[in-house]
C-alpha cells in the first residue's frame, strides 16, 4: 500500500465510450503523475501536474486529457481510444520542491482494454 | 535528455549480493539518480534516491562515483522475492516535453 489509490482497476471499452480514470493520494504530496505501461515497453509519462504547473508529453494524443481538480485528485478522461491504447495506466505522487526529481509513489494501476 | 542504459537481464542465486550499473554520460547538475522495483501488472515502487557519493538504506545501497555519469545498485542477499524489473531513472520532467524518461530497466531473476 504505497497511498495512491486508482479506479477502476480493470476497464474494458469500445473505441466510441467515455470513461475516466481515477486517482487518489493521500500522502499529502503536491505533485501527481500519469504513465502509460503497453507490453514489454518503457514507462512512458503522459502529463505532469506540479506545483499548480500541468507538464505534457507533446507525443500524447489528444484522445487522452487529463484533469487534475486539486493537489489530492487527478483523473484521466478517454474518449474514442484505439486498440493501441490497450496498457497499463499508471498515476503516482511526488512532493515536489526548489530541486525537482522527488521519489515518486506509485499507485496499483488501471489495466485498460479496448475492444 | 538523460538518458539512461542498463543491462537487459541479470540472473543472482539466492543469499547473493547483485550490483546494478546503470549508465547516465549527459546527467544534469540538478538531476537526482532514483532507482525502482517493479513486479508484473503492479506500478513502480521507489528504492533508493542519490545525488552523490552512497546512500544506504534497509533494502540497498546506491553508489555514485563523483563525475556521477553512472551508478551501481546493491542488493544484498537477495531472496526470490527479489525478482523484478529495476529501473534507473536520472532528471526529472520539465518544459514541454516531460523529459521524464524510465529506460527498459534490467530483469533480475533470482535462483533457488
Known amino acids: 500500500e504505497t497511498g495512491v489509490t486508482q479506479t477502476p482497476r480493470h476497464l474494458v471499452m469500445g473505441m466510441t465510450n467515455k470513461k475516466s480514470l481515477k486517482c487518489e493520494q493521500h500522502?499529502?504530496?503536491?505533485?501527481m503523475y500519469w504513465y502509460k505501461q503497453s507490453a514489454k515497453k518503457p514507462l512512458e509519462l503522459m502529463f505532469v501536474?506540479?506545483?499548480?504547473?500541468?507538464?505534457e508529453n507533446n507525443s500524447v494524443p489528444s484522445r487522452f486529457s487529463p484533469e487534475c481538480p486539486n493537489s489530492s485528485h487527478l483523473f484521466l478522461h478517454l474518449h474514442t481510444l484505439q486498440p493501441e491504447d490497450s496498457a497499463l495506466y499508471l498515476c503516482?505522487?511526488?512532493?515536489?520542491?526548489?530541486?525537482?526529481?522527488?521519489?515518486?509513489?506509485f499507485g496499483p494501476g488501471t489495466r485498460l482494454t479496448v475492444t | 535528455l538523460a538518458k539512461t542504459t542498463q543491462p537487459i537481464s541479470m540472473d543472482s542465486y539466492e543469499g547473493q549480493e547483485v550490483n546494478i550499473t546503470c549508465s547516465h554520460n549527459?546527467?544534469?547538475?540538478?538531476?537526482?539518480i532514483t532507482w525502482y522495483q517493479q513486479f508484473p501488472s503492479q506500478g513502480p515502487r521507489f528504492i533508493i534516491q542519490?545525488?552523490?557519493t552512497k546512500v544506504t538504506n534497509e533494502v540497498a545501497s546506491l553508489f555514485i562515483p563523483a563525475d556521477r555519469k553512472s551508478s551501481t545498485l546493491s542488493l544484498p542477499r537477495v531472496s526470490l522475492s527479489d525478482t523484478a524489473v529495476y529501473y534507473c531513472?536520472?532528471?526529472?520532467?520539465?518544459?514541454?516535453?516531460?523529459?521524464?524518461?524510465f529506460g527498459k530497466g534490467t530483469k533480475l531473476s533470482v535462483k533457488p
Open positions: 503516482a505522487s511526488s512532493q515536489e520542491g526548489r530541486d525537482r526529481g522527488r521519489p515518486q509513489y
Open positions: 500522502l499529502g504530496h503536491n505533485a
Open positions: 501536474y506540479s506545483l499548480e504547473e500541468r507538464v
Open positions: 549527459n546527467i544534469a547538475t540538478n538531476d537526482y
Open positions: 542519490g545525488y552523490k
Open positions: 531513472l536520472v532528471g526529472t520532467y520539465g518544459g514541454s516535453q516531460g523529459n521524464l524518461i
